[in-house]
């Protein structure tokens, strides 16, 4: 399973370097790396990527970006692109996440050139799609998350698959405090596993983790965990403090409620 906070606009530096050596401390104990099933990741602003990099150095922890542009290099002020990324140490980036869809204009089309240029400069993805509160009233989840998903993915390569995440964050819980029942978030990761990935996926290859985003926090991981086809957390507000976040990255370790890598896809 695969942890990740998402620091969004929050901390100064002193702040984010003090997280970070908190997360570490945190993880150290769980085990990461060849050994274990345990993935963790942190997204801190783009100001502080080198420097918490540096501090993640050795730790098994992946520096995550918050976004990055779809062009390499450019006149695109105040803009950051992946290959900049990738020269200070990201791992990998978040692209098509709801705050980025809603304020920053990124639509389906949009969303899957940042993908592309994030894979092609070597940056690994984590691809967030999910539905509206009106969307879902309306019963039209699986088919905005289903659009979503082929537009960003269709025709990905074996190569570029093996580097995907995908984060399905309901909109109408992102900060609000409202997490998906266990219901509406199984019968979601089931219908992204079982039915729309096998359309997309080439012969032979396992299916992506599958996060879920929204609300999560210590009181409700171990229940996230458990469900069928959740293969980790994406975190914002509860990623802001170590021993909050240290106890989501338990909940996803093996025993602690989460599955393997290897029974994601079963
Ligand atoms: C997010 O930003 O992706 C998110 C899920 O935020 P929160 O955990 O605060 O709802």
Redesign the pocket.
């Known amino acids: 399973m695969f942890a990740v906070g998402?620091w969004?606009m929050n901390l100064t530096l002193e702040e984010a370097l003090g997280l970070a050596s908190g997360v570490v401390s945190q993880v150290s104990e769980l085990g990461l790396g060849a050994e274990s099933t345990l993935q963790v990741g942190i997204a801190p602003p783009f100001p502080y990527l080198h420097a918490v990099g540096t501090l993640l150095e050795g730790s098994g922890v992946e520096l995550v970006a918050q976004d990055c542009h779809a062009e390499t290099k450019g006149a695109f002020m105040s803009w950051v692109s992946a290959p900049m990324l990738r020269s200070v140490g990201v791992r990998r980036v978040i692209v098509g996440?709801s705050e980025r869809r809603k304020h920053g204009g990124d639509d389906d089309t949009r969303v899957r050139a940042k993908l592309e240029a994030a894979l092609a400069a070597g940056l690994g993805v984590i691809l967030c799609v999910g539905e509206s509160l009106e969307e879902r009233e309306a019963g039209r989840q699986a088919e905005v998350v289903g659009t979503q998903l082929r537009a960003a993915l269709t025709g990905l390569s074996v190569e570029q698959w093996a580097e995907t995440v995908i984060a399905y964050?309901p909109l109408w819980?992102?900060?609000t405090g409202k997490t998906a029942s266990p219901e509406q978030a199984g019968e979601m990761h089931t219908q992204i596993i079982g039915q729309i990935l096998p359309e997309l996926l080439p012969a032979g290859v396992d299916a992506p983790f599958v996060l879920y985003?929204?609300?999560?926090k210590p009181a409700n991981i171990d229940a996230l965990a458990a469900i069928d086809g959740v293969g980790g957390v994406?975190?914002?507000?509860?990623s802001l403090e170590a021993n909050s976040f240290g106890r989501i990255a338990q909940g996803c370790a093996p025993g602690g409620g989460g599955v393997s890598n290897d029974a994601r896809s079963e």
């Open positions: 998402n969004k996440h964050e819980a992102i900060g985003g929204g609300s999560v994406l975190v914002g507000g509860a």
